[in-house]
């Protein structure tokens, strides 16, 4: 049965061309993501903006208020902002760049497809588990 196996793995091999697709293919996805984590960071860092202008024009009303009551508003709603910017800080520090760089993510899915077989046959199939 194994070597049924390895026959069938061995008749696997894609075309040059389809290989080439293939990864173009993975490369554009990549490209795609890349630019929609830019866009998000631009959107934050756009609230991020937004939120320290709200920040400054509650605190220059506290400069102005005279009522407690509304002092400690304005105060809790600062309170609040700078949560929010916070979580958006964050949010924008794990947008602004990607956890692992292209070529670790796909090199080893991109070499098993290339010819199944090889990978089966060096006996390093573990290093599918140990990079993911």
């Known amino acids: 049965m ?3 196996f390895e026959a069938i793995l061995r008749a696997m091999q894609p075309a040059e061309n389809l290989y ?13 993501r890349l630019a929609q984590a830019k866009q998000l960071a631009v959107s934050v860092k756009r609230d991020l903006n937004k939120t320290d ?5 509650f605190l220059d009303r506290i400069v102005e208020a ?3 009551s509304v002092i400690n508003a304005y105060e809790k709603k600062i309170a609040l902002l700078e949560k ?5 800080a964050e949010k924008l520090e794990k947008q602004g760049k990607p956890q692992h760089a292209y ?3 796909f090199e080893l899915a991109l070499k098993f497809l290339s010819n199944p077989w090889k990978l089966w046959a060096s006996g390093e199939i573990n290093l599918a588990q140990n990079s993911a």
């Open 2 to 4: 194994e070597s049924d």
């Open 20 to 32: 080439k697709i293939t990864s173009a293919m993975f490369k554009s996805a990549w490209a795609q």
């Open 53 to 57: 202008k709200q920040i400054d024009l």
């Open 66 to 68: 005279e009522n407690p």
């Open 84 to 88: 929010q910017k916070l979580v958006m």
């Open 103 to 105: 070529d670790d993510l």
